[in-house]
């Protein structure tokens, strides 16, 4: 279309625009994806120890065992009831076998599965010296190697109970053994000795264990801290590099957005005013002068901004305040206040980071919703709790584990969002203290809480 006053065109708007939101979609999304796959990456409690390294030490433990019982018998001349040595150690083996049969390589191992496969092994191992000498056995202290695999990879309950069991079995073999094999004859130590190997075997499996774990609980703690700082400073550098992208569409959009207005501005002088289509021009106008105030204030830096004329209001005035903007005609939107908040209403600060955050939350709950959106405050003398519930299909069970990534949609399949919504909401309110909760009950519910104290003083994002 090309208006009659001038020779100024407006062909080239939407092309622009189209080129501009598909370079915001795909610029940062590599961003994205390194950071879901640091995410997959992070420390994790449980799973910590793949099944195919304990089956390599379980295999190398078969062997040595192996090994020593031919080595002793045949070598140095020692009887041992070589049948059954074999057949303890045969059992080790089969359960081996068994697992590399059932369990793929890369698996890893949670507690319990753990616990059981070490336990196992405990068990094995003190049968293995209940036939050949008990504690009198010098390789009795092999006896304490499970439980220090345990201390290192398993928790500490876990831990608690392999050391209980070693401890155990070490003291049922001072007292229920076969006798040590001698030549000439059979070997007797004096019980006082085995009391004192007893004793030294018991304090070294509870000691030995509690160093480990703890030492291995504070590196496994500075993982996790590592981690949670790397997935935190890639979330950053996510919500930096979408507000570069932002002020520079603030800036591009500038020009067909004003071309627009123009065009606006020519359809309103031209056409009647009782023309069927003047109410639709009228709001083209509106529209892109709302557009023009929203580009503008994005663009528009912290410094630039002035005081906002009430930087505190009432809890409720504040939540209306963010959906102000977003009323529907087919939506009814209703704010009420949980019977069970206690004392006087608090009164909050006015940002703009919870501004924009519930206001886009609000908006995406008002688009979602068939006839209701509710807003449901909470506060007690610690916290300050607000609900965002729409009656719609609510949130895919599909995406609710990975909700509020960027460029993920979380409410639709047909391809027009990009997920950037709750991501920048949720963002936005984490800088300001709060913890977002998202679900579902007959319907999407978002629940944002904060400690009371945030809010009622202005702490800002560095207090929290």
């Avoid at 708007?13 to 501009?20: F, G, H, N």
């Amino acid at each position: 279309m090309q208006l009659r006053g001038g020779n100024r065109t407006t062909k080239g708007c939407k092309p622009r625009c189209d080129l501009l939101l598909r370079r915001m979609a795909s610029e940062p999304e590599s961003l994205a994806q390194r950071a879901g796959r640091m995410s997959q990456q992070g420390v994790v409690r449980a799973g910590r120890l793949r099944l195919r390294t304990l089956i390599m030490i379980r295999w190398v433990a078969a062997a040595g065992q192996t090994i020593t019982v031919l080595a002793v018998h045949f070598g140095l001349g020692y009887p041992l009831p070589l049948p059954v040595c074999l057949a303890v150690i045969a059992t080790l083996v089969l359960s081996n076998l068994i697992l590399t049969q059932r369990g793929p390589g890369r698996a890893r191992l949670d507690d319990r599965a753990g616990v059981v496969l070490l336990g196992f092994d405990v068990l094995q191992l003190a049968a293995l010296l209940y036939v050949t000498g008990g504690l009198q056995n010098p390789f009795s202290i092999l006896i304490i190697a499970p439980v220090m695999v345990s201390a290192t990879i398993l928790s500490r309950n876990s831990t608690i109970a392999l050391t209980g069991l070693a401890v155990i079995s070490i003291s049922l073999l001072a007292f229920f053994r076969t006798p040590l094999p001698w030549s000439p004859g059979a070997l007797e130590l004096p019980l006082v000795y085995i009391l004192g190997i007893w004793t030294a075997l018991a304090v070294a499996s509870v000691f030995i264990s509690t160093y480990v774990w703890s030492v291995s609980e504070e590196a496994r703690r500075m993982s996790e801290a590592l981690a949670a700082t790397h997935t935190s400073l890639l979330r950053q550098q996510r919500l930096s590099a979408l507000g570069g992208l932002v002020a520079a569409a603030a800036h591009e959009l500038g020009s067909p957005l004003a071309t627009i207005a123009v065009v606006a501005k020519e359809l309103s002088r031209e056409v009647p005013r009782n023309s069927p289509i003047a109410e639709d021009v009228d709001l083209l106008l509106s529209q892109s002068e709302r557009c023009r105030e929203i580009l503008a204030g994005l663009a528009r830096t912290p410094e630039q901004s002035g005081p906002e004329p009430f930087d505190r209001l009432p809890l409720r005035q504040l939540l209306e305040t963010a959906a102000e903007d977003y009323q529907s005609d087919g939506i009814a939107m209703t704010f009420h206040i949980d019977p069970a908040a206690d004392g006087d209403e608090p009164i909050v600060v006015r940002s703009p980071e919870i501004l924009g955050g519930l206001g886009t939350l609000i908006q995406n709950a008002v688009q979602f919703a068939r006839r209701e959106v509710t807003v449901i405050s909470y506060w007690d003398v610690d916290t300050i709790r607000v609900t965002v519930h729409d009656d719609g299909p609510g949130f895919p069970a599909s995406v609710l584990s990975v909700i509020g990534e960027p460029f993920i949609s979380s409410r639709s399949d047909d391809g027009e969002h990009m997920g950037l919504g709750i991501f920048i909401a949720q963002t936005l309110l984490e800088r300001v203290g709060a913890l977002l909760t998202f679900g579902n009950r007959g319907g999407a519910e978002v629940v944002i809480r904060w400690p009371r104290f945030i809010l009622d003083q202005g702490t800002d994002a560095d207090g929290a």
